[in-house]
């Protein structure tokens, strides 16, 4: 949306739809593509290697978190980071970890965190959600936990299934939601067999962002059980919507999740239903928190200085020599 308002044609295209460097020659040819703009140094920037387009490179938390980890992949990200024209990092440690990793790219790494704006479909239908989600809606004063996650190792789903549950068989009107994108199939059948058989918790498909976004704003708090994550816009749109958080304590959680301010932090599943517990009890507490994120993503994720950056660095990748 930032780049068509600047005039731009875009053609936005999965990784996943691609198995080889030459899939995205014939998509160059096709599409006449001037330059490109890779999401993920790893899935997305080694694929526009080579193909003598300027382009430049958004990092995911994969991408520093994980994949750099991996001599293999590290090297691959090595070298997408010569050739890209630019690289963008959400978080200034972020970039700091990526000039550790690579210090040949140190001019070219710039900071813009997610802008965030939330659209949430007014039309939505919340009790036909929670009829599908098969949830006693007479329950009295419903608690819905949501997780919104791709279903894959690093964002560890099942990390508060068995705590969250047995929480539920002690107070039935607590639910857990877990939404997402099948993202890894042998996971997912893992994922789906442990949540059948896990009380109070339930699985729901990917959804346009739209519903998703009603479906954050009428439940009672948002959940991130990641692993790690490089900045978690399902946080930041909770916090847009004016709905606490409860995330992971890891390194990109707690970048835009301040314990007891914007947000709670925990460190085992334990420690999660506590805090739960005390956000239900306490409405206090949920609304300072409630302010609090609201007022943060408004200051440092406006999506108008995010428009404007990536305004700016697109001219980067006009005319044949190096900006």
Not at 187 to 212: H, N, S
Not at 227 to 233: I, K, L, N, R, T
Request: with cysteine; charged share 20%.
């Amino acid at each position: 949306a930032h780049l068509e308002a600047a005039g731009h044609v875009c053609v936005l295209k999965d990784t996943f739809d691609f198995e080889s460097p030459s899939e995205i020659a014939n998509l160059i040819l096709a599409e006449n593509c001037e330059a490109a703009l890779a999401l993920h140094l790893y899935r997305g920037g080694r694929l526009l290697q080579g193909h003598r387009i300027p382009f430049g490179v958004i990092f995911g938390g994969t991408d520093v978190n994980e994949d750099a980890n991996q001599a293999e992949k590290n090297t691959v990200m090595g070298r997408v980071l010569e050739e890209a024209r630019f690289a963008v990092a959400f978080t200034e440690s972020m970039k700091e970890m990526a000039q550790a990793q690579w210090p040949h790219a140190k001019g070219k790494i710039y900071v813009q965190s997610q802008g965030i704006a939330t659209t949430p479909n007014a039309a939505f239908n919340w009790n036909t959600f929670l009829q599908r989600s098969e949830i006693n809606q007479s329950a009295d004063n419903l608690h819905i936990f949501l997780l919104i996650c791709g279903l894959r190792q690093v964002k560890d789903p099942l990390y508060l299934v068995d705590a969250f549950s047995a929480w539920h068989q002690e107070e039935p009107n607590v639910y857990l939601v877990i939404v997402g994108p099948e993202v890894d199939p042998v996971f997912t059948r893992e994922v789906k067999a442990k949540v059948k058989r896990a009380a109070g918790v339930r699985l729901i498909g990917e959804m346009p962002q739209e519903d998703l976004h009603a479906v954050v704003k009428n439940c009672f708090a948002v959940v991130n059980s990641s692993v790690s994550e490089g900045m978690s816009a399902a946080i930041l749109e909770a916090m847009d919507l004016e709905v606490p958080v409860l995330a992971r304590n890891i390194p990109g959680n707690a970048a835009v999740v301040k314990h007891e301010v914007t947000g709670l932090l925990f460190s085992n599943p334990q420690e999660f239903v506590h805090l739960a517990k005390r956000l239900v009890s306490d409405p206090a507490l949920e609304k300072e928190i409630v302010v609090n994120g609201r007022e943060y993503v408004r200051m440092y994720h406006s999506w108008q200085v995010e428009r404007d950056t990536y305004q700016q660095l697109i001219r980067k990748l006009e005319g044949s020599t190096e900006d």
